[in-house]
């Protein structure tokens, strides 16, 4: 065990010196001296950060493998069942996200003592004994690693929404259903289950466009997605096709099933007038369904011919109705 220090002088329960806390984080300290971690527990309470502590490497790992993860961690090099450079081998191999800024603490000074911790994982290494302003300026340091790298992540998550969702309706983007109908009749095929398909379409919405206006009928595309997406069930997926056309793959579902939820979404559409500038509109749907009780990748372009002409006998019914494929036509 290594002998645990602060710096004389560090000024640990000083109030100038901690009275500006940093924004609350989630920081574990693994350390197996109780008055070291009485003194890390205080230091990083009174800086703003949640200090979790750890009694041993066991424990700390125990403690990062739960849903709210501190974000930054303080590690013993020697601690009791494993030990800090262990520790971070063990949590860079995991690569979980969000990434885990780590400290090593340690009273060995010999640079080969720290290539070995840096090559380990560790961000960042102080010697025992240690000044808590240092510590504290070195968190800090840490922390605006961290907001920066989340900055990335959110960006690159717009970038990802923005490669497979549309713009105007916040659904997936045809590139992105299409491959969706893909995913899911492989799975269906591997697990024999049935998947449907439906053909949405809005009824005379050029007429929209042509009487109210392009932006009335963006109105109308939005509000008519929403209505879709609170209709299907969760584990259901709803794309923008193209225009004013959407497809919804369902899986798990087959003839009067998948008729059944086609149902449930065209009256979700009908059901109440849309709000158009001043106005209330009445907007409805058609719909085809089409499906496979024993599915292949293959039968994806099958499966949107057959919805596209069962779409288009609900067209030719009148509008604002289910049809379903042919019965010949199902496998």
Known sequence: METTTIEAGSELLSTQALSSPDRRMKVLAA????????????????????????????????????????????????????????????????????????????????????????????????????????????????????????????????????ATHDSLTGLLNRASILETLQNELSRAGRDQEPVALLLVDLD????????????????????????????????????????????????????????????RLREAMARHLFVVGKEMVPVTCSIGVSWRNAPTVRDADQLIREADLALYRAKDRGRNCVEPILPDSTM
């Not at 979790?52 to 709210?68: C, F, H, K, P, Y």
Request: proline fraction near 4%; hydrophobic fraction near 40%.
């Open 31 to 162: 350390e197996d001296n109780p008055v070291f971690q009485s003194m890390l527990r205080t230091m990083l309470t009174k800086w703003g950060y949640d200090a979790v502590i750890s009694r041993d490497g066991n424990e700390a790992w125990d403690l990062l493998q739960g849903d709210e993860t501190p974000r930054m961690a303080i590690l013993d090099w020697m601690m009791p069942g494993m030990d800090g450079v262990e520790l971070c081998r063990r949590i860079r191999a995991a690569a979980r996200e969000p990434y885990i800024y780590i400290i090593l603490l340690t009273a060995r000074t010999d640079a080969q003592d720290l290539v070995e911790g840096m090559e380990a994982g560790a961000d960042d290494y102080l010697t025992k004994p240690f000044n808590a302003h240092e510590l504290r300026v070195r968190l800090r340091a840490g922390r605006r690693i961290l907001d920066l790298q989340e900055e990335l992540l959110l960006a690159r998550e717009a970038l990802r929404l923005q």
């Open 204 to 263: 005379r919405f050029k007429l929209v466009n042509d009487t109210r206006g392009h932006l009335a009928g963006d109105s109308v595309l939005r509000e008519a997605s929403q209505r879709m997406k609170s209709a299907v069930r969760r584990y259901d997926s709803l794309g923008r096709y193209g225009g004013e056309e959407f497809l919804v793959v369902l899986p798990g579902c087959s003839g009067p099933a998948a008729s059944q939820q086609a149902e």
